[in-house]
């Protein structure tokens, strides 16, 4: 689980990403999902579940998985049928998500990332 170098780079091809425009955050919605109290700064990545949003979100350079250690997060392609039936396309691009305010990472694991320089190009 977890975000794949190679995730964004199939979605990357010019060819793929009119396709499969989004990506969405999926946490393994079980007793061991973090759902941290995120103002006394814990982790909290059930907050996150279900987040969808674009490829290039400047966002994921912060959301992506994995949040912390042991995170069993993971981004999934969202294919651009689904977006269009959730009503999550406006003017031909992908609405920009709202990230619960609930929502918490670990800062070791989103600060400075260099996987992200490898994903986002970041």
Known sequence: ?????????????????????AFEY?????RATRDGNAAKGEENHLALDGLIAAVDWEGWAHWAPPNGYNCRCAIVPVPLDVLESRGLIKDGKVKVPKVSPRAFANPRFTMSRPDQQLYLGI
């Open 26 to 30: 999926q946490s393994r919605r079980d």
């Open 1 to 21: 689980h977890g975000i794949r170098r190679g995730n964004f780079q199939q979605v990357s091809d010019p060819s793929i990403r009119p396709l499969f425009p």
